[in-house]
């Protein structure tokens, strides 16, 4: 086995987001397989961590740095993959786009969910904060994504929430994705008044979610 | 009064005071409203798109103008408050959406939980105001909902009460409404009767709504709590020092946009500052940190010569069980012993501000009274409580019990529970109820025998009429 897989997975467990993306492009470079660089390497460590998680041993900043990690140097190797270099074929567990709802500029949590999806296999595309239902179909349809994740923190923004699904159905592209939300004052109740097709209150719930529903 | 304790020397206060103005001068600012940003150019700061880089002199001399205390009116002049120097308010839980029972179920808040707990409030003599956002009423539209609160607080008792910030629309319309309450709007800019919360959005910002609040309240001399939470860990950085810099470089970019709309407005200087949980990524408020960013605080707050808010019966616990006391108790016991005036939320929160308990805002009462006493301390004025005619009168080996001193003076100097069990075991196993359940027979007694004070006909008119008005306008 080529060393570079073991450094990889070593760069993701440390969270070093500046050596993943230097190993990605030896990667490229050397032409190494790009598919065994993601098997052996980058999913090997974010495997790692995720497990190191789930038992209680790692924190946010331990799964969140490894998260950014993976994310930039699968990034540099994107291309390469794309072209169908290497042996056999890498495919993710299935994309997300994922933001803060409209009239909300609340980070956190949604940063949070991110990285624990993309530690457990998802692609993770966040618009951002304060976004427009039109934003996140745009992106959806762009990227190809399965799930809409929207957040939102406040009371008073919930309802964005509401007019996402409220837009989807306008637009007779409801059928086509999975909405979920959260956020603190939001319940699933909530979730199913709205109609949407799930509501976590955790992070953790969160991905169980996702797993549910690709 | 007990003299107040320090968590801070000098030289950190003056550490920290100069990192908070390093970061407002160097990394600047942002506030999303552009009336604000107008506001500082107009002052002379420098502005790159929203982000506003503060002079040091000029935050200094800014939050120089703010007044040391204030006194905020009552429609009951009886229940007027002085906000600032030895003073401590309490008042009820802020802004939770759920409303946990005492069996461990979870519900939306609805407008008649808001009711009771003004209503609780009211009855309470360990609670100074009745508070706003008691919880947030899920069941009223949006629009109006900060009209329907507002109406709550001026009919179901006669305390003091918080108005919205959402929004410079929803903030005047609160003003308005207490204005005609108190008489127009030239007798509370005189005598200031609505207080409301400005938070920002840590780390260095300030949304429109609460910036459209913040410049309806400084506009008609209405106080203000600046308040900043930093989640260190998260928010924040993860040392103390620095999410205390953080915290306080908000909170004076805030007052400092106050006395620059309006030299002179009351404000208070807020902290709800605590720390993440680093497994889950949610804030954590029960513990000693959130006591030391407090206590912090308010020693900021005598630094820069304003009034502090902070603290409170604060717990992450979902239930009303030993872990909802002892958290309580100690961020309650730390901001009143440290100096706080001004205590949002001192009753009825679980779980980090999600949500209000019944039962919990029983057993935060009787916490409340608990250190309101303790804050009393020790009364030596006179040969009366000194006693030492009654210890002479008793002499070695008898007992106080059948004195006229004991008689005249334990109602007064005694904390009475209202909650707490004193019983023998025996006494107590007859029913043997905890806490939580004698809370919750508590708080329904409390409802049933409260009898809101009476609102002059003719005032209740006209505030029901600018209500409806209003109303009509919003729901269009």
């Not at chain 1, 495997?47 to 990034?75: N, Q, Y």
């Not at chain 2, 609040?213 to 993860?238: D, F, K, N």
């Not at chain 2, 009143?336 to 005036?341: D, I, K, L, R």
């Amino acid at each position: 086995m080529n060393p570079i897989f073991e450094e990889i997975k070593d760069a993701i467990v440390d969270g070093d987001e500046d050596l993943a993306i230097e190993l990605a492009e030896k990667v490229v470079a050397e032409k190494i397989d790009p598919v065994q660089a993601v098997q052996l390497g980058f999913i090997k460590g974010i495997e790692e961590v995720g497990a190191a998680w789930t038992s209680g041993e790692a924190f946010l900043p331990d799964v969140m740095m490894a998260a950014d990690a993976m994310k930039a140097g699968m990034d540099v190797l994107e291309e390469v993959l794309a072209a169908g270099e290497g042996e056999g074929a890498y495919e993710d567990k299935g994309k997300i786009v994922l933001g803060t709802v409209e009239g909300d500029i609340h980070d956190i949590g949604k940063n949070i969910v991110g990285a624990l999806l993309t530690s457990a296999g998802f692609k993770v595309y966040d618009i951002g904060i304060d976004q427009k239902a039109e934003d996140f179909v745009a992106k959806a349809d762009e990227v190809g994504a399965k799930i809409i994740a929207a957040s939102s923190l406040l009371t008073t923004t919930m309802k964005s929430q509401k007019v996402l699904v409220e837009y989807l159905d306008a637009q007779n592209l409801r059928s086509k994705y999975k909405i979920i939300i959260g956020g603190g004052p939001t319940s699933a109740k909530w979730g199913e008044d709205i109609g949407a097709d799930g509501w976590a209150e955790t992070a953790d719930e969160a991905v169980e979610l996702c797993k549910q529903l690709m | 009064m007990l003299p107040k304790f320090d968590v801070l020397t000098d030289e950190q206060i003056n550490k920290i005071h100069k990192n908070s103005l390093k970061i407002l001068q160097e990394i600047g600012i942002e506030f999303s409203y552009d009336p604000a940003i107008e506001v500082f150019k107009k002052h002379g700061q420098r502005v790159e798109g929203h982000r506003v880089f503060l002079d040091p002199d000029f935050v200094e001399e800014m939050v120089e103008k703010a007044p040391a205390q204030f006194t905020l009116h009552a429609r009951n002049p009886e229940h007027n408050l002085i906000c600032g120097g030895e003073n401590i308010i309490y008042m009820p839980g802020y802004g939770a959406p759920f409303v946990y029972d005492a069996d461990g179920g979870k519900r939306d808040a609805t407008m008649a939980d808001y009711d009771n707990f003004v209503k609780l409030a009211g009855a309470s003599k360990n609670m100074h105001m009745t508070g706003g956002t008691v919880v947030e009423p899920t069941d009223v539209e949006d629009e109006i909902r900060h009209l329907k609160m507002a109406y709550s607080h001026i009919i179901n008792s006669d305390k003091c009460f918080m108005g919205s910030s959402s929004g410079y629309e929803q903030a005047m319309d609160s003003i308005k409404l207490t204005a005609v309450l108190h008489g127009g709007m030239d007798v509370i800019k005189e005598k200031p009767a609505l207080i409301c919360l400005v938070n920002s959005v840590t780390p260095l910002k300030y949304d429109d709504r609460m910036l459209g609040g913040l410049m309806a309240y400084a506009e008609t001399g209405q106080p203000m709590v600046i308040a900043s939470l930093v989640m260190a860990g998260s928010t924040g950085p993860a040392t103390m020092a620095g999410a205390l810099s953080l915290q306080n470089a908000e909170v004076l970019a805030g007052i400092t946009l106050t006395q620059c709309i309006n030299p002179g407005t009351p404000v208070v200087y807020g902290s709800t500052s605590a720390v993440t949980d680093m497994s889950t990524g949610s804030l954590s408020i029960g513990n000693p940190e959130n006591a030391l960013f407090t206590s912090a605080s308010a020693q900021f707050s005598r630094f820069y010569g304003v009034p502090c808010r902070g603290g409170g019966g604060l717990t992450d616990a979902k239930t009303v069980d030993a872990q909802a006391g002892y958290e309580s108790m100690m961020v309650l016991f730390a901001a009143s012993t440290t100096g706080v005036n001004f205590v949002l939320h001192t009753a009825g929160i679980l779980q980090y501000y999600m949500a209000m308990s019944y039962e919990k805002f029983m057993v935060d009462d009787e916490i409340a009274g608990m250190v309101l006493r303790y804050l009393k301390g020790f009364d030596c004025d006179s040969d009366e409580k000194m006693a030492y005619d009654v210890i002479e009168k008793v002499g070695p080996g008898g007992h106080f019990l059948t004195q006229k001193h004991t008689r005249k003076n334990f109602k007064t100097e005694f904390f009475r529970p209202a909650l707490s069990d004193r019983q023998s075991f025996d006494g107590w196993s007859k029913d043997s109820i905890d806490t939580n359940q004698r809370a919750k027979l508590k708080w329904q007694e409390v409802l049933a025998s409260y009898t809101p004070p009476e609102l002059d006909p003719a005032v209740k008119e006209k505030v029901e009429a600018f209500i409806e008005k209003r109303s009509k306008e919003l729901l269009k």
